[in-house]
């Protein structure tokens, strides 16, 4: 019998605005997915990969809510070193400074000639 693999990864360093809400909509995915295979009679298991151990804790109380514990395996990437976990935090700030146009010039205006 084949076995599924289904995993995402997850970059968010905190759950602040609407990303607690994204996340877990995307752990809802993950874990209907599983459920599908599943149901289906094939072997599944899922895999979400988040960068801190708070988001973690967040989807721990997601797995006993949704009664999903056994369908998607927390993987807290602790192995990022001090250099990568800060140039990951500096990209964050650069997109976000992007999505909320902090520090961009304006985009809409039209440059004349």
């Known amino acids: 019998m084949k076995k599924y693999l289904l995993g995402m990864?997850?970059?968010?360093?905190?759950?602040?605005?609407?990303?607690?809400?994204?996340?877990?909509?995307d752990y809802l995915r993950l874990a209907y997915a599983v459920s599908n295979l599943r149901l289906k009679g094939l072997e599944a298991k899922g895999y979400l990969s988040v960068t801190t151990n708070a988001v973690a804790k967040r989807i721990e109380k997601w797995q006993s809510k949704y009664l999903a514990k056994d369908y998607i395996e927390i993987i807290v990437?602790?192995?990022?070193?001090?250099?990568?976990?800060?140039?990951?935090?500096?990209?964050?700030?650069?997109?976000?400074?992007?999505?909320?146009?902090?520090?961009?010039?304006?985009?809409?205006?039209?440059?004349?000639?």
């Open 9 to 25: 990864a997850k970059s968010n360093l905190d759950l602040k605005g609407g990303k607690a809400r994204s996340l877990e909509l």
């Open 77 to 113: 990437g602790n192995g990022l070193s001090g250099k990568d976990f800060k140039n990951l935090h500096a990209e964050k700030k650069r997109n976000a400074k992007g999505i909320y146009g902090k520090g961009r010039k304006d985009s809409n205006r039209i440059q004349r000639h």
